[in-house]
T-cell receptor
Framework: DAKTTQPPSMDCAEGRAANLPCNHS???????VYWYRQIHSQGPQYIIH???NNETNEMASLIITEDRKSSTLILPHATLRDTAVYYC???????????FGSGTRLSIRP | DADVTQTPRNRITKTGKRIMLECSQT?????MYWYRQDPGLGLQLIYY???????NKGEISDGYSVSRQAQAKFSLSLESAIPNQTALYFC?????????????FGPGTRLLVL
């Protein structure tokens, strides 16, 4: 699996869009980019994933650069409940294991 | 009802004791995982299983063992618990379809080894 790099922490004002970056410069052509989040010691929660195209669901949007070396998770209208650690992972389903790094701790300020 | 359940949710034990953490899932997934998380850190993979007859070591398997009793059950054992195994433990399941795989996590077991 490709290694991913994320900033250790970020903050965002409530109601604004939160943009979380992730670098995955060694990603291979068949690896997907996944995002999970963990809210205060709860089990991590799946958010979204994508391969090449931008993706959107009810939780977030995922923007992947054309060269696929980086991506951005967008929470369009951040709320206090979005305070969590966000993990970016690159993997292919036949990969033997999924490795979580240290993630980005997102703080939402009122 | 939760799709992935873990028992117990909290456990205090003493150094040298053998303990077992249990995980059950109703999602019908073949793949199951055990992770540990230390305060302020990411998840580290302990063991994983792609089906009932498949068991694999993860990054930090020393001091742990697992048993896949059935598709729905994956247990983690600490043969002789030590204080640095104090951590939050998560079980997860996943299914891979068409080159994509999403993991579903249990609520976690908080373990304290005295």
């Amino acid at each position: 699996d490709a290694k991913t790099t994320q900033p250790p922490s970020m903050d965002c004002a409530e109601g604004r869009a939160a943009n979380l970056p992730c670098n995955h410069s060694t990603i291979s052509g068949n690896e997907y980019v996944y995002w999970y989040r963990q809210i205060h010691s709860q089990g991590p929660q799946y958010i979204i994933h994508g391969l090449k195209n931008n993706e959107t669901n009810e939780m977030a949007s995922l923007i992947i650069t054309e060269d696929r070396k980086s991506s951005t998770l967008i929470l369009p209208h951040a709320t206090l409940r979005d305070t969590a650690v966000y993990y970016c992972i690159a993997l292919y389903s036949s990969a033997s294991k999924i490795i979580f790094g240290s993630g980005t701790r997102l703080s939402i300020r009122p | 009802d939760a799709d992935v359940t873990q028992t117990p949710r909290n456990r205090i034990t003493k150094t040298g004791k053998r303990i077992m953490l249990e995980c059950s899932q109703t999602k019908g997934h073949d793949r199951m995982y055990w992770y540990r998380q230390d305060p302020g850190l990411g998840l580290q993979l302990i063991y994983y299983s792609f089906d009932v007859k498949d068991i694999n070591k993860g990054e930090i398997s020393d001091g742990y063992s697992v048993s896949r009793q059935a598709q729905a059950k994956f247990s983690l054992s600490l043969e002789s618990a030590i204080p640095n195994q104090t951590a939050l433990y998560f079980c997860a399941t996943s299914v891979g379809t068409g080159g994509q795989e999403t993991q579903y996590f249990g609520p976690g077991t908080r373990l304290l080894v005295l």
